[in-house]
């Protein structure tokens, strides 16, 4: 679902919780609805908030892939400190955390 979204408490069926919606459907039913919050524990506001933050989260990984260091002249993988000629390493955590995201494993 694109983003931006947001976490409300506020409008139809976040009485127990928090409501994850598209940014601007707040108040209209389940409309942009992504995820709902069972619950007022602070712990789970700030879950909220995170999960509202995935998309942003996820332009930002996927926008800052490759960059030059002050002192180099070869763009690299900012995470695994690979240059951008030889790829990422195996392990490198942008890779790990981009696939998670779209339902690999981590």
């Known amino acids: 679902t694109p983003g931006p979204w947001v ?4 409008g139809p069926f976040a009485e127990n919780g928090y409501r994850i919606i598209q940014d ?3 108040g209209h039913g389940t409309d942009g609805l992504i995820a709902h919050i069972y619950t007022s524990v602070p712990e789970y506001e700030a879950n909220a ?5 995935a998309p942003a ?3 930002a990984l996927e926008t800052v892939e490759w960059m030059l260091a002050a002192d180099s002249k070869v ?3 900012p995470w695994c400190r690979r ?3 030889g790829g990422h390493r195996e392990n490198c955590i942008r890779q790990a955390a981009i696939a998670a995201a779209k339902g690999g494993k981590l």
């Open 7 to 10: 976490a409300s408490s506020q």
């Open 24 to 26: 601007g459907k707040v």
């Open 49 to 53: 908030h995170l999960i509202a933050a």
């Open 57 to 59: 989260l996820m332009a």
């Open 75 to 77: 763009a690299q993988c």
């Open 83 to 85: 240059g951008q000629a």
